[in-house]
């Protein structure tokens, strides 16, 4: 999971993301395809990066993918993560998984 959140660390309701393989600009999920986990609690700004339901399209060695943040039809979140797995789940190699932007 990513935090959006503005300068004053508020979460920001996105219209909408998307997450992204680097290598073939292929799209992994989206929030059409995203659901709020089952027993999780809502959160504003809170967005799904990667999941153990995606392992098949990572490596173990890892590979990059962009989670992209859309307001009015204009990226305002746009962070690259590592993303590998060990053949049970999946594990966060690099990147900060919150994202100050601007409003």
Known sequence: ???VVNSSHAGVELDS???????????IVDNVQW????????????YL???DAYMDKTSVCGEDFEFRGY???K???NKTYTIAHDC???NLVSGDIKIVIEQ
Do not use: E, T, W
């Not at 659901?35 to 809170?46: F, I, L």
């Open 1 to 3: 999971m990513v935090q």
């Open 17 to 27: 993301f998307k997450v992204v393989r680097v290598r073939d600009n292929k799209m």
């Open 35 to 46: 659901q709020q986990p089952a027993g999780v609690s809502y959160q504003p700004g809170v």
């Open 49 to 51: 990066v990667y999941s």
């Open 71 to 73: 307001l009015k039809d």
């Open 75 to 77: 990226v305002v979140a």
């Open 88 to 90: 049970c789940h999946i």
